[in-house]
Structures are given as C-alpha cells and as structure tokens.
C-alpha cells in the first residue's frame, strides 16, 4: 500500500486547508484511517481518525474545527480544517491500517501564521 498525501500549505490563523490522502496497491480491507501530526519538538499525536465503520474521533484540541471523511470507491481520506490556529503548525501524515499492517504517508507541512 502506498500513500500519497497532499493539501499542506501556508494559511493565515482563522483560515482553511482540506488535506487529502490517497492510497493505491491490494487494499481489500481497510480498519482505520487517520491524520497524525507532529510539530517541532513534540511527538506525533494522532488529530482524527475513521473506523471502517465509519465513527470517528478527534483530538480535544480540534473538535468542532476539523473534519475527517473518506471516499471508499478512490480510497481516500480528507481532512477538513477549519479556523486554523498557529499552534495547528505541524507537519500532517496520514495513517491507514489494514488487517496485520499500518501504513504511514510521506507527509506534508502546514503552517498558520498569526
């Protein structure tokens, strides 16, 4: 499974970006797809994630700001962020997990200026 994720970018606090994550290769069966982030100095955390039955979870800190959803038939996965903060600055990567393995995205930069 390769993905290939994409949408990062530089936005003004109170802005938007849509990142989009794309996986290709034998998926027959896929568990979880998520985002995942990791600023400078701190360690991955997970922001949103979608069970393949379709609940989903996010982080605390971007409740009620961003949104994750997919598209099974183009085996892709969205995140929709909404009202950008700076301390959402990070680089974003995108998870999927299939049954006996997890896959992680190249990863793209997205940055909020204040």
């Known amino acids: 499974v390769q993905l290939q994720a994409s949408g990062g970018g530089l936005v003004q606090a109170g802005g938007s970006l849509r990142l989009s994550c794309a996986a290709s290769?034998?998926?027959?069966?896929?568990?979880?797809m998520g985002w995942h982030r990791q600023a400078p100095g701190k360690q991955r955390e997970l922001v949103a994630g979608i069970l393949s039955s379709g609940t989903t979870n996010y982080a605390d800190s971007v409740k009620g700001r961003f949104t994750i959803s997919r598209d099974n038939a183009k085996n892709t996965v969205y995140l929709q962020m909404n009202s950008l903060k700076p301390e959402d600055t990070a680089v974003y990567y995108c998870?999927?997990?299939?049954?006996?393995?997890?896959?992680w995205g190249q990863g793209t930069q997205v940055t909020v200026s204040s």
């Open positions: 290769g034998s998926i027959f069966r896929t568990n979880f």
């Open positions: 998870r999927w997990v299939v049954p006996g393995m997890g896959y």
